[in-house]
Structures are given as C-alpha cells and as structure tokens.
Nanobody, 122 residues
C-alpha cells in the first residue's frame, strides 16, 4: 500500500510561484506514473499533470501548460509541481496520485494523497 503526503500549499499572489511536493511511502513507486489533480470549490476534480517513471509520458492540462512543471525524484519517491505565473483560477485543493497507468483520467491512479490547499489572490 502506498501513502502519499502533499506539502507546499498556501497563499500566493497572482503572478507568483509556488512549489508542491508529494512524498510516497509504504512501497516504492519509482515505476509508477505520478500525477497531480486539483479541485476548485464547487467543481469536479480535474487533471493537471502526469509524469511517467522516466519522463517519457509527461504531459499537462492545457490550462497549465507553459506555467507548471512536474518533476520527480525516484530516489526520494517524491514528485514535485512547480507552479509559475499563478492565476486566481489556479485556486483549489491539489492532490497527488500514483498508479501503474498514467494519463489524464483519475481512474488510472490507485493511490491518492489528502490534498493541499492553494489559494491565489488577485
């Protein structure tokens, strides 16, 4: 069983930056896809970014492309989400996920963190 713990959430100003981390424990997930999703108030959870074990299957939602960067450290079992040029629309609870199959569907991931709140003020 995999436990995922996110950190790095908080308040940011529009145009600013923030970096989220997600540490995995319980078993190694170095061969798993690692993803980030987010959920805004009153909205469904949506895909943000995913990263294959060797980076070959990395892609982003159109809404964050060019502003967010997903990366991972397989030795530390940690995935990161660097968020630049933040917008108020980026506000939400950010969840990290892990699973043997990647992609933009949350059903491809079988382990989830509890989420970390990111609030972007205008």
């Amino acid at each position: 069983q995999v436990q995922l713990v996110e950190s790095g959430g908080g308040l940011a100003q529009a145009g600013g930056s923030r970096e989220l981390s997600c540490a995995a424990s319980g078993r190694t997930v170095s061969s798993y896809f690692r993803g980030w999703f987010r959920q805004a108030p009153g909205e469904e959870r949506e895909f943000v970014a995913t990263h294959g074990w060797n980076g070959d299957s990395t892609f982003y939602a159109d809404s964050v492309k060019g502003r967010f960067t997903i990366s991972r450290d397989n030795i530390k079992n940690t995935v990161y989400l660097r968020m630049n040029t933040l917008k108020p629309d980026d506000t939400g609870v950010y969840y990290c996920a892990a699973g043997p199959k990647g992609g933009s569907s949350e059903y491809q991931y079988n382990s989830w963190g509890q989420g970390t709140q990111v609030t972007v003020s205008s």
